[in-house]
């Protein structure tokens, strides 16, 4: 495979003049390159895929069919947010998979995390492949490739897009973003219109809840983990700490404690706050999150979701420990 370098001459992309120059430019390549045939895309709602996306709609219309897998373990409202924006919105070409009951059937009794993640990537990619076979006249794969990715694992992305999936398909990439960087995608992706939330939507693993999840699966505790997340995510927007943490999260682990709830001794699960910022992943330290907004989610968590009677917060930077639990 040929890799690509970005020139040392390319302009970095911080204004959205220089993202219209860039969308225009990649039209014009994208049309030459695709002609009049058939574009895949694995849409998972993620920055890349969407301004991927929102991209080669602009370019070639409904000649790029989007797949939405909703593998049951995203956070909540972003399956439909996915729907709403580039179903309806956008009037693309979206096939929406709810495959929810397959995965979770699959992760039964699963505890390992290399195995769960395992699961999650194989399953992911027979469901694509299989609604990729069902389609007639597609000719290339879109990827949201980035340019970290390149330096980072020579252009192929191991999770939720091209890395496994089967020869046979025989698919041509178009990687319109491959010399980017995650800055500048979210300018271009600003220019094209697509909204503020999804572009500067923060990072999220490709086994998505499934590794905040920790352990074994549970269909209740997992719930109780998205309902936990998305106050987290609510009461961080309204502080204005949304965009100031560049990864914010609840972990849910398999384990209970005793609590009181009306008068009654319970056992519950905690839910564990992480909030982390980083340049590169590769260190991270912990923000400092004011007690007055820790004593409002954890207040709003404890009354408002079933099963969680705690509320904790992760204090360790990586290293010594991962930005993800599992």
Excluded at 66 to 78: A, F, I, P, S
Excluded at 84 to 110: C, Q, S, W
Excluded at 240 to 264: C, H, M, T
Excluded at 290 to 309: C, Q
Aim: proline share 4%.
């Amino acid at each position: 495979m040929e890799i690509m370098v970005r020139p040392d001459s390319m302009q970095r992309i911080t204004t959205s003049a220089l993202a219209n120059k860039f969308i225009n430019d990649q039209i014009t390549s994208i049309r030459n390159q695709v002609g009049d045939k058939k574009v895949l895309l694995a849409l998972s709602g993620g920055v890349d895929s969407s301004v991927v996306a929102a991209l080669l709609i602009k370019a070639i219309g409904k000649q790029l069919v989007c797949v939405h897998v909703n593998h049951g373990l995203m956070r909540k409202g972003e399956s439909e947010q996915v729907i709403k924006v580039f179903g309806n919105t956008l009037n693309a070409n979206l096939i929406y998979i709810d495959a929810t009951e397959r995965f979770l059937i699959k992760l039964e009794n699963v505890s390992d995390p290399e195995k769960k993640r395992k699961i999650i990537g194989s399953e992911f990619i027979n469901v694509f492949a299989e609604q990729a076979g069902k389609l007639d006249g597609i000719s290339f794969l879109a990827q949201g490739t980035i340019y970290p990715d390149i330096l980072e694992s020579k252009g192929v992305k191991a999770h939720h897009n091209v890395g496994g999936l089967p020869e046979n398909l025989n698919f041509e990439l178009v990687e319109p973003l491959a010399l980017l960087f995650k800055d500048e995608v979210r300018v271009v992706g600003e220019a094209l219109g697509l909204p503020h939330t999804m572009v500067y939507r923060q990072p999220f693993p490709g086994p998505g809840l499934g590794v905040r999840c920790l352990g074994a699966i549970t269909r209740d505790r997992l719930h109780a983990l998205r309902e936990a997340d998305a106050i987290l995510r609510e009461e961080f927007d309204k502080c204005g700490l949304a965009e100031k943490v560049w990864q914010y999260f609840i972990v849910v682990p398999d384990l209970r404690s005793v609590g009181v709830k009306d008068g009654n001794r319970y056992e519950g699960w905690p839910a564990i706050i992480r909030a982390i910022n980083t340049t590169d992943a590769m260190s991270a330290t912990i923000e400092e999150i004011p007690y007055s907004v820790l004593h409002t989610i954890t207040d709003r968590i404890t009354a408002e979701v079933k099963g969680i009677n705690r509320v904790l917060f992760d204090l360790t930077p990586k290293p010594v420990g991962t930005i993800e639990w599992e």
